[in-house]
């Protein structure tokens, strides 16, 4: 397989090429950097300065693609051209080839580069001066240093800074790829909260219309569809209210976007009220050493939920029964099970368990999965499902039990 060698680029080519012709041009008319007569020309004549020009020119236009092999086949046409009348251009163009070494050179040759220029211009000052023990032997070293020594510390610093200013790009870069993440790790979480909420909130009164609604259709009583259809409409409005209020806060300047407040344990007996108005058998036990200020809001606000939640589940699935609804601090009321450690607060709703004879509502689960991601948003447990009871008529009972910190975030 051939390998392809890189091109080299268009600028490159252009200023070896503007070199070529203004060396050409000062051949032309005769200028030279050193006379004919002086005795480091060992080649005189003007044909003899074309040759480095030539290579010098070559070498340019592979500055930036073989920046190393044009830094040494330039060195070698650069002594080639001392041994002649010189060339000013030839001269101009390799100190551009120490330039772009460094510039576009591995990072070995970038910090070689100078160091080995350095030590030339500190060669060309001290040994001419020792030898011939003249001052003008200094302007060797001064012509070295011009030559070699700037144009590499040149390139070092541009160097420097464009790794600098690259450095400040991929930071910029990761740091606005982390600020996506966070944004979209922040939307789904938002949009998690807000499917919680939702169907929290509607969830419950949509239930008791289904509900209500299929035994109205069921049954040819006019007194048994007018209950029903009063249960439909005092639910269908409070669930309306609900949407509406969710909505307002939602979108701009439509609706009304004052956020309702956050439901309480205190609410707990109007919401066991509604269970029980749209035909749940319910009772509330709240144990004496249940204080509400030792409760913090987001822990008030999941045990609401979480209760609402669970007697929307038994409206929608529990057989004929009693459901009751217990809420400790601390070891729950009943000694035989597990309860919470101290410093908890632990809700437990249970209900019938088993084939259901009337009208039901069909369920996604998103319930269950909407009360387990509150009680880990709070370091909680939490866990559903049927419980040995030899006290009920299947033998079993269907509980929901929640343990919560109240302290957010301490493990439960």
Not at 167 to 185: G, H, I, K, N, S
Not at 262 to 271: I, K, Q, S, V, Y
Not at 321 to 344: F, I, Y
Request: proline share 7%; glycine share 10%; charged share 20%.
């Amino acid at each position: 397989m051939a390998v392809r060698l890189p091109r080299p680029h268009r600028f490159d080519v252009c200023a070896a090429l503007a070199g070529l012709l203004g060396g050409l041009l000062l051949w032309g008319v005769g200028l030279a950097t050193r006379p004919a007569d002086e005795p480091i020309v060992l080649f005189d004549g003007r044909w003899p300065i074309l040759l480095p020009l030539a290579v010098t020119a070559g070498c340019e236009a592979l500055r930036r693609t073989w920046p190393r092999t044009a830094l040494m086949v330039g060195t070698g046409a650069l002594t080639a051209d001392t041994l002649t009348q010189g060339n000013l251009v030839t001269l101009v163009m390799f100190t551009d080839l120490v330039y772009a070494a460094v510039v576009y050179g591995p990072p070995a040759t970038a910090r070689r580069v100078p160091w080995i220029t350095g030590l030339l211009t500190v060669v060309g000052t001290v040994v001419p001066v020792a030898v011939w023990q003249v001052p003008e032997a200094l302007l060797i070293g001064v012509v070295v240093g011009l030559v070699a020594l700037m144009p590499a510390i040149t390139g070092w610093i541009v160097r420097n800074h464009r790794e600098v200013a690259e450095a400040a790009r991929l930071r910029a870069e990761q740091t606005a790829l982390l600020a996506e993440m966070d944004r979209t790790q922040a939307v789904v979480a938002e949009r998690a909260r807000m499917a919680r909420e939702l169907h929290d909130m509607v969830a419950n009164h949509l239930s008791a219309i289904a509900i209500h609604s299929t035994a109205a259709l069921s049954l040819d009583d006019p007194n048994t569809s007018k209950e029903a259809l009063s249960v439909i409409r005092e639910n269908s409005v409070e669930g309306l209210a609900e949407m509406r209020r969710l909505i307002g806060i939602l979108r701009d300047g439509s609706g009304d976007r004052e956020p309702a407040a956050a439901p309480t344990l205190d609410g707990l007996a109007a919401l066991v009220e509604g269970a029980r108005a749209n035909g749940l058998d319910v009772v509330l036990d709240i144990t004496p050493d249940a204080g509400h200020d030792q409760v913090p809001v987001p822990v008030e606000l999941a045990a609401y939920r979480i209760v609402q939640e669970s007697l929307t589940n038994a409206l929608k699935h529990a057989c004929p029964g009693r459901v009751t609804v217990r809420l400790a601090m601390g070891a729950p009321p009943m000694p035989s099970r597990q309860g919470g450690k101290d410093g908890s607060l632990t809700i437990e709703v249970t209900s019938p368990y088993g084939d259901r004879d009337g009208p039901g509502a069909p369920g996604s689960g998103a319930g269950l999965v909407g009360m387990q991601e509150r009680a880990a948003l709070l370091g909680g447990s939490f866990e559903a499902g049927p419980v040995e009871d030899p006290a009920s008529a299947d033998g079993k009972i269907w509980t929901v039990r929640a343990t919560l910190p109240l302290t957010e975030g301490e493990p439960a």
